[in-house]
């Protein structure tokens, strides 16, 4: 067991943490194991349910939901269960939205930007440099200011695109989260993103999205590090500590 | 292939192979082209009306049926064949479904497999995928299938329902798809329709694999001249299930349902079936127009068109109807669609079944019976449901939003009798259907020119002085069949899922089965596939070169540490019509099995993809060979990269001998081809294997590679790239460091090991007369005066020091440079 997850096992009453699965969904079993690595109790969430569950957060995991025929995310943000994320969203709960879900949390408007086709126009999967960039967000407090990790990414659809007024709120609120660092082999920004954006957060630090993927970045057996674990337990701390706060427990 | 063997094999084929014919070109899987569909006019062809009218001309020789086939035909039903039954037939019998001319050399796998090889096999040759017991109750399927010609025709669409099928093989057998690979081979990398056929054929792949949520962890990419008109698209899949959960394709149970589910059936992959209409509805003697509608023509391709969206919900309901279960028997609908699926589960289970075509749910209006039938519309399942459980079966569809219709029942009636508009338009016994199919021994001649070949050895070959070695290298790894594969591997998803511990470029694709996510001490069970052929080493000598594959795939499973358990295989071979291509067929497949018999692991399964040719020219003899390994404990795999532990030295194990003919170096530097391939010795192989297996499980090897095309310099420096470390080499000055670094021997591997084990570990290889040899040592660089560490290089000493950089810019350029 990684040296993180021992060190999230501390929480007394575990954490409960909601997996979103559409149709389409791909990533949903890795998100769910990060969860549990992280020390976490994960929850199954279906598309078609609008209820929560009461979950102490959500994750919105990787894929292609609804086969993304329509725009990358478009359809997903339309589901019933995400009604009640973006509800219990504007109410603060935690939420990340990894890849096809930093893509709904979009489509949702509950984070702003949108994300295009990669530069390359071509599916691109590798393992990438990130700096964070904010640590003070309720899914990156755990790591280091300044923190360079190395995680997957993999997507056809991951060019983060913004207005420039919009870029530089996220600039100046320190609301973007995870950039594209490395001058390494196959390194720096893979996709075109606008100011190498690869993750950023709502004003409140508590909705995050990001393109690449720290669920795939766990255990260095089936990763290229542990160092996504770093979100998954960020949260448990502001879970523990906001325990009776957020009103999302009613 | 170089002039010399396209000369002698062109020649030798121009007057003795045709182009294919309308019948090969119907082989059902591999539909080309486009199709004209003509509706029918007004009159069903029923089995009343067929009995009242037996001299109605039909057009069985368009649809790939020899006359003795139809003869034998309208003897089996004792009255002509309708539309439909003609056209389950023709499907049925063709070359793809029914291995008529494969089927007498097949035969030997069954002769050579013992009973202790086949002790571990719960399902074998014959099933939709082959079926191998791993211990604590858990199971592994896996399968190549080809998708050749539509990958031609439509790269994209060929390539990517490819995917689709051999995944809905392995979810035929109740188990859920772990990972995929994929072997392709092309024609050269600079030849204009490159340009369209290989970006085309890997995001097809990457575009439908990738949307299923299955990683890739591995394949070929192979570039030949032979492969141009005629590229070869193999994709194997990996499934896991409970031993107790194995599910195959049966009908049993007068009285149960079958269901339909998926995707709706559509004219898409209709292949030549549709000539049947316009045919009869002449030969009726009527005008054409009459009706109203018989003029009327729509055109659409016959290469089908996948949704990788609805194979990703068939396969979460599929395994949800599984976990439940709701089935008794299930098939997937690949090549011939229904014919298929109907005819071979109800010849598998009680003998009977009534289908109500009615009650097919259709994507376009007007449609025959013969086309229902012969639809390739993907992502399509048939399950066989017992009454009680229907209508669970259909809750879960529900959930996941997947049209599920119940079509008919089992009956013990021993026909297969299908309806359609409230008359019967097919009434066969289904075994002649699906396993009573015509078989050919076709004629089998060792060519004239494989003499003249093999005397036309490279030893007149001019070889480079030592120092013209450090160019050479360079040289080398740039060539499009070494240089780095990652232009196309990038393109797909190998993470997904979370299992996979090793994927391109490791020597073999491993991926964990047993998980416990809550104490990563406790041993996690892993799979390990790899699949290998040489085309060249296979014209040389196909006896020996299906050997080879085997020896190779074998190798690279051992390298990783995994202990080989099962063999499955994709036979691409030319024109089954030219003797020539058969005796490499027949020489393939004895030399395939009788290998395996030695290495004591069985053949699972297989596939057989022929006629792969252009303008009379075969490609080159192509038996690819999947090898899967179990290795009990996957944090002890062995990785490729050097570097992971501080002062590992260099071995080399297994005896390198002069051996260049049909090598890179022959092929890259002087367009040679001819001579014989490297020797096969299976008990090196072996006992290779049993070292290095040992070695990765106590822990004395911190990585190894296998020596294969390109040799011992390819070797070293894609350990070194892996690694991101140099290493210092030291050849034995006794020996011809030309032939030490580029010859192509086989059961050769470098393994690195920490100088805490070297000892134990070359005690054990002398001890086990593994033949070894210490060629260097890891070197990270030390820090130069300034601090800044050195530059890691490969330094070969006395013939070459190469930068890791330029290394690096030479391997990885090529394929960005030729495709973007």
Known sequence: MTQAAADAQAPATAARIGVITFPGTLDDVDAARAVRYAG????ALWHADEDLAGVDAVVVPGGFSYGDYLRAGAIAAQAPIMRAVIDAARRGLPVLGICNGFQILCEAGLLPGALVRNAGLRFICRDQWLRVENTDSVWTSRFEPGAEILVPMKNAEGRYVAADAVLDELEAEGRVLFRYVGDGPAQGNPNGALRDIAGICSADGRVAGLMPHPEHAIDALTGPTDDGLGLFVSVQDWIGTAWTGAGTHA | MPDITDHSVGSAHHDKVAHPTAADLLDITDPIGAVDLVDQGPELDTVTRAAATPDVPQPFRELGLKDDEYLRIKEILGRRPTDAELAMY????SEHCSYKSSKVHLAYFGTTTTEKMRSKMLAGIGENAGVIDIGDGWAVTFKIESHNHPSYVEPYQGAATGVGGIVRD??????????????????????ADSQRVVPGIVAGVSGYGNSLGLPNIGGEVIFDPSYAGNPLVNAACIGVLRSADLHTAHASGTGNKVILYGSRTGLDGIGGVSVLASETFAGEGGPAGQGGQGGARKKLPSVQVGDPFAEKVLIECTLEVFAAGLVVGIQDLGGAGLSCATSELASAGSGGMHVVLDAVPLRADVMTPAEILSSESQERMCAVVTPDKVEDFLAVCGKWEVQADVIGEVTDSGRLIIDFHGETVVDVPPRTVA??????????????WQDALQANTSGTLTRPAPEQLGELIRRMIASPNLCSRSWVTDQYDRYVRGNTVLAQPADAGIIRVTENDSD???????????????????????????????AEAYRNVVTTGAAPAGVTNCLNFGSPEDPAVMWQFSQAVRGLADGCAQLGIPVTGGNVSLYNQTAGANILPTPVVGV???????RRRT???????????LLLLGDTRDEFDGSEWASVVHGHMGGFPPTVDLAAEKLLGDVLIAGSRDGMISAAHDLSEGGLAQALVEMCLSGQTGARILLPENLDPFVMLFSESTARVVVAVPRTEELRFTEMCTVRRQPWMRIGVVDAGDASADGTPDEQALDIQGIARLSLVELRNAWEGTLPAVFG
């Not at chain 2, 023709?90 to 019998?93: G, H, L, Q, T």
């Open chain 1, 40 to 43: 976490a109790e994960s929850v």
């Open chain 2, 90 to 93: 023709s499907v049925m019998w």
């Open chain 2, 170 to 191: 392995i979810l035929a057998m109740g188990a859920r798809p772990v990972a995929v690979m994929d072997q392709l081979r092309f024609g050269p990398a600079d030849a």
């Open chain 2, 628 to 634: 899967l390994g179990v290795i009990d404990d996957v």
């Open chain 2, 520 to 550: 990563t001490r406790v041993p996690e069970r892993g799979l390990a596939m790899a699949t290998d052929c040489n085309g060249r080493y296979t014209l040389l000598d196909p006896y020996a070169g299906a050997q080879l594959a085997l």
């Open chain 2, 639 to 649: 990785i490729t990269g050097i570097g992971q532990d501080t002062g590992e030295t």
């Open chain 2, 435 to 448: 396993h009573e199919g015509p078989v050919y021994e076709r004629p089998v001649q060792r060519p004239d």
